[in-house]
């Protein structure tokens, strides 16, 4: 069974930075990403990357902020963060596509419908 471990969120004031991590059971995804629910809202993509490469994807609300990265060696993804505001706050998961999937055709999808494996998330907050 695929497993997705997210760590690193927190609690930070408006303008910090925090890093959250995801480590990968296995090392066959092409496509893993970022996203993020906040209470009464839906599902929403921040960042994703194609692990066979260095293609990087951001939503709007991420470009300039944050930064996505990648340790092959250890299956582990990372989002950096930075100047987060309050509306950054929400519950972050890890995702990973299907196996042979680049990330160009599934990023798009809503709310992370063509990503396949999932964590559990990490809670993030941010206060003002």
């Known amino acids: 069974q695929v497993q997705l471990v997210e760590s690193g969120g927190g609690s930070v004031q408006a303008g910090g930075s925090l890093r959250v991590s995801c480590v990968a059971s296995e090392a066959r995804y092409r496509c893993m990403g970022w996203f993020r629910q906040a209470p009464g809202k839906a599902r929403e993509g921040v960042a994703a990357?194609?692990?066979?490469?260095?293609?990087?994807y951001y939503a709007d609300s991420a470009k300039g902020r944050f930064t996505i990265s990648l340790d092959g060696a250890a299956n582990t993804i990372y989002l950096s963060m930075n100047s987060l505001q309050p509306e950054d706050t929400g519950l972050y998961y890890c995702?990973?596509?299907?196996?042979?999937?680049?990330?160009?055709?599934?990023?798009?999808?809503?709310?992370?419908?063509?990503?396949?494996?999932w964590g559990q998330g990490t809670q993030v907050t941010v206060s003002s």
């Open positions: 995702a990973a596509g299907p196996y042979l999937a680049n990330c160009a055709p599934i990023w798009g999808a809503v709310g992370g419908a063509g990503f396949v494996y």
């Open positions: 990357i194609y692990v066979g490469g260095s293609s990087t």
